[in-house]
């Protein structure tokens, strides 16, 4: 039970904290596909705010708004794994892109553009551009990158874990996988990493990219979706050389 001031602590704390819900899912739809609803991640971080404002207790020594954080993420994390955001068949869609760029790097020595990649997965450039929207919310990791693909090898991420018993993830970040992203942007074409410093260290959303950049925000998310799908082919491809 709470007296009235403590109830309208909690009140407050919602009412304060409600602007940074939408902060957060606006910085999360940035980074989906656009048939993801802002409301909808508004409306789950809501929730999670809730549950950090009945939680919470100033006795765990961490700020409230440290706290709310990251129980407001994980209620919008939680939405878009129940209403499964990306489909397997766009998941398919992406690994194609991949594999079409990490096949054409091979055969020509350099970056394709986007042109070649087209014609080498048979479709026109405008289905090229249209595939790679729909692929918005391709991501660098998958939570299945930590297991073996369907042709039985090991798998691209496997080399850089030091141990089973340790957290995956935070081998990774600990571990040379930091390294080899950091290899993966440089060997981007300059448009492509210019997007990824702005986007990742300015953390500037997708249409000041596009002012900044002098395209339509679609492009930037075209353009977005690309450099991950060469980041990912280009991370399995020299973490497969000498791999039995």
Known sequence: MYNVKGKKGKNDLLEQHAPLVKKLAHQLKAKLPPSVEVDDLIQAGMMGLLDAVQRYEETHGAQFETYAVQRIRGAMLDELRSSDWLPRSIRQNARKVEEALQTLLQQLGRPPQEAEVAQHMKISLVEYQSLLTECGGHQLIYYEDFHDDDGGHEHFLDRYQTSESDDPLQNLINGGFR??????????????????????????NLKEIGAVMGVSESRVCQLHSQAISRMRSYLREHSWSGVS
């Open 179 to 204: 390294e080899a992203v950091v290899d993966s942007i440089k060997a981007l074409p300059e448009r492509e990493q210019i997007l990824m410093a702005l986007y990742y260290e300015q953390e500037m």
